[in-house]
């Protein structure tokens, strides 16, 4: 190829990169009926997982905030909590396991969470800071045949929903991937270089079904 078609190439490519969207959820307020239905990849059937987003809210120490709900008929399989102290917890079918992290606020934070079942490995990192590890739920397994979503807690399946529990804020890029990535990776895209999408949930090709007052903000990065 010549050296005026490959920098044509590279040119093309520059564009298209120049010009890719980045979409965000802005949940304005309380309510029980705003949430977003994401659909994954392939089932929810996890013996290992992280999931990251990008978080911003400022209900400080008001009251609980759901950031990620995963639900099948009978249980809530994998739940994401900002809880009423500030600390951040996840919950696998039971229990939780908490952090004592800085408070999620206004300005956007990087959010992930791993969790391995052969070792009961659990941690949390905000912004490429990995928190201390924690051991959680040893041989445990995340079942399929539920529903991702984000703005509400359904106590029962898609549904039986409370404002008072509700997300209120921005949140974006939720990808989530069933084998815990290295702690490189992790800090890496916190940063924002680009490393392997999710495999269960990538933000850029997921299909999202919008339901009740949800606003999506595009941003060409």
């Known amino acids: 190829m010549r050296p005026s078609a490959v920098l044509s190439v590279l040119a093309i490519f520059a564009a298209l990169a120049g010009c890719f969207a ?10 029980s009926n705003s949430y977003v239905e994401m659909i994954p990849q ?14 911003a809210t400022e209900l400080s120490g008001e009251r609980e905030v759901i950031l990620f709900a995963y639900r099948t008929g009978d249980y809530d399989e994998l739940n994401v909590w900002r809880e009423l102290d500030g600390r951040l917890a996840f919950y696998l079918s039971g229990e939780g396991v908490f952090f004592r992290v800085p408070e999620l606020g206004a300005l956007q934070t990087h959010l992930c969470v791993t969790w391995d079942s052969r070792s009961g490995a659990a941690a949390l990192f905000m912004d490429g800071r990995k928190s201390l590890t924690k051991i959680y739920k040893k041989n445990h397994t995340v079942r399929p045949g ?8 359904p106590d029962v399946y898609l549904g039986d929903f409370d404002a008072n529990q509700s997300f209120v804020g921005e949140i974006g890029d939720v990808n989530l991937w069933d084998y ?6 992790i800090q890496d895209m916190s ?28 941003q060409e990065l």
Request: include cysteine; proline fraction near 3%.
């Open 22 to 31: 980045f979409k965000t959820l802005v949940f304005q307020s309380e309510t």
């Open 191 to 218: 940063s924002g270089k680009r490393v392997p999408r999710g495999n269960i949930f990538d933000w850029e090709t997921t299909q999202l079904k919008i339901n009740g007052q949800v606003d999506v903000l595009h």
């Open 42 to 55: 392939k089932p929810l059937n996890l013996r290992a997982f992280t999931l990251c987003m990008r978080v």
């Open 180 to 185: 815990v990535l290295s702690d490189t990776m």
């Open 146 to 153: 539920g529903k991702v979503i984000l703005g509400q807690d």
